[in-house]
């Protein structure tokens, strides 16, 4: 592996034997069974997986905003059991996730004011933030004002600005244009590096998910269960061009897609344990 | 220079067009009833002869101001009640359920039915005007804070709970949330405590703006009387304008938001 930050640090977030199933009166329905994941301190990891495949299930039960039928997640040691402090969110709805009526400024500060963060370190940490995301100028508009890329930044700022030691992002890029797309990839990359936060990062974009993170968890169809972990071991120093037109770029995607597409059949452990020997190796 | 001309044209024009019909009304009312021989319909001469006689003195005082109170206080407490309670019928499912069939009773019942209940209860005072008029004005804006609080976008309540914003912090960005549906309320309760504030004081009172038109038409002072409807239809436009303008203030970025749907779409 050569993308150093998360190498040898210290488990920050360990989900253990997760599982999530949804009782109604007509059916009872297990979307995830039995999820073991582990994240290091300062890690990108990407978890990828079909859609409806209980990916934003996962990411749920991580912020503590839905509680698990089994299993637990502990994050910096305490288990989870509301949402923790120090976790930044980001949503794929940044329409619906920023609150429309505050200014850019004013959602960007509302979780630092809620932790009771002092007025000139408050206004300081929004400042770089806004600056970080290439925002600064456009504090006193409304997110509506913006484009959605540049409403996605004001989410991003927002969980910038708190300084968490956990970011979760569920889909966040997916509503944008490729163009757009591509921009906030690359922000997203220099932020993880200079802030080196701990990035949780679900897709359903397996390019997406190589060309960002560290390490790939494939989960496999509903209930979901982690099919693979992939280490992706390209230069930290990635590049929309030349990262995604290298030959090992090329192989990697084709390995997380080939996990996303084997049939649940041949899915065993030893299959399974086969890949994770894999990734050791290379 | 031309951008403000014709920016001030524009303006001159929003007024003309706000006047116009009211003025040619007026007109019409003028012409056609001076002279009028029938005291019942008293020329508009005389009516306005009689509403500077009538209002621009002690009367004013005497009733205007305190039907202006018991509007005020009657419609405040409405709000704060309406919100209050909505507020909680539409957070929890469990507390919805309980009110439901209740409020569906209570909703329809007219507001003015409960003024004979009152005299025999509470007395003829200020307070049976005060109930009434709240009582009246609470529905409106409890049924649509319920449904703006109960509509919050789950988006936003999963993002403010995952940066902790409890207590009062999540009750404000709830209310916030569903301050459009709490406006729409709080304005047709508005027009509802006007009615109910004029019903109340024509049968159980000795001051303010409905006795006096009744005490008018009692004693047979026709344009007197008419100038007294003039004023309340002065009143109620001018309440509804102010509302307006607060609303415009508390809402102006979801005015801007739904403009921007609206176009994109």
Redesign the interface.
């Known amino acids: 592996m050569t993308s150093g930050s998360g190498d040898g640090g210290s488990v920050l977030l360990r989900v253990d034997g997760v599982g999530k199933t949804y009782v109604s009166r007509e059916r009872t329905v297990q979307a995830l069974a039995g999820i073991d994941l582990a994240v290091r301190d300062g890690e990108f990891v990407s978890v990828v997986g079909p859609s409806g495949g209980g990916k934003t299930t996962l990411l749920?039960i991580v912020?503590?905003?839905l509680p698990a039928t089994a299993g637990e997640v502990v994050l910096g040691g305490r288990r989870v059991t509301e949402?923790p402090?120090e976790?930044g969110?980001v949503?794929q709805?940044y329409g619906?996730?920023l609150?429309?009526?505050?200014t850019v400024r004013e959602n960007v500060e509302?979780?630092l004011r809620?932790?009771r963060t002092p007025k000139a370190e408050r206004r300081a940490l929004v400042d770089e933030a806004l600056e970080a995301v290439g925002l600064d100028g456009v504090g006193t508009a409304?997110p509506?004002?913006l484009s959605g890329g540049m409403q996605q930044r004001v989410a991003i700022a927002?969980a910038i600005a708190?300084r968490p030691r956990l970011l979760?992002m569920d889909e966040p890029f997916s509503a944008v244009d490729a163009q757009t797309r591509g921009d906030l990839e690359d922000l997203l990359a220099r932020l993880w590096r200079r802030y080196a936060i701990t990035v949780l990062f679900i897709t359903h974009d397996i390019d997406e998910a190589v060309y960002l993170s560290e390490r790939v968890v494939v989960l496999g169809s509903a209930p979901a269960a982690v099919r693979a972990e992939i280490a992706v071991d390209l230069p930290a120093e990635r590049d929309q061009l030349s990262t995604r037109s290298d030959p090992r770029f090329a192989e990697l995607r084709a390995q997380v897609y080939a996990q996303i597409r084997r049939p649940p059949a041949d899915a065993g452990p030893v299959a399974s344990a086969s890949i994770r020997q894999e990734t050791v190796t290379t | 220079m031309t951008a403000r001309r014709s920016r001030a044209l524009a303006g001159a024009r929003g007024v003309g067009y706000a006047l116009g019909l009211p003025v040619v009304l007026l007109a019409l009312w003028w012409v056609a009833g001076d002279g009028s021989a029938n005291i019942f319909l008293p020329s508009l001469r005389e009516i306005l002869d009689a509403f500077g006689r009538v209002w621009f003195s002690d009367v004013f005082v005497h009733d205007v101001v305190p039907s202006l109170w018991r509007l005020a206080a009657g419609y405040g407490a409405a709000l704060l009640a309406g919100v209050a309670a909505g507020y909680v019928i539409g957070r929890w499912a469990v507390v919805r359920a309980l009110a439901s069939p209740a409020l569906a009773y209570f909703r329809v019942l007219p507001a003015p039915v409960i003024i004979p209940v009152l005299l025999v209860a509470v007395g003829i005072g200020d307070t049976t005007k005060l109930i009434v008029i709240a009582f009246g004005a609470l529905w409106p804006i409890l049924l649509n804070t319920a449904d703006g609080v109960r509509g919050v976008d789950e988006v936003t309540l999963e993002t403010a709970a995952a940066y902790r914003l409890t207590g009062w912090a999540r009750h404000r960005l709830v209310l916030r949330a569903a301050s459009p549906q709490i406006f729409a309320g709080a304005r047709q309760a508005l027009g509802v405590a006007i009615i109910l504030m004029v019903v109340s004081e024509m049968l159980m009172s000795t001051d303010g703006l409905g006795f006096t038109v009744i005490q008018f038409q009692r004693t047979f002072a026709f344009p007197e009387m008419w100038s007294g409807v003039l004023l309340l239809g002065v009143l109620g436009f001018v309440l509804a304008k102010l509302f307006e303008l607060v609303e415009r203030y508390a809402l102006r970025w979801h005015r801007g938001l739904t403009g921007r749907q609206e176009g994109s779409s």
């Open positions: 749920k912020a503590g905003l949402p402090a976790l969110i949503f709805e619906r996730s609150f429309a009526w505050k509302l979780p809620q932790r409304y509506w004002q927002r708190y979760l």
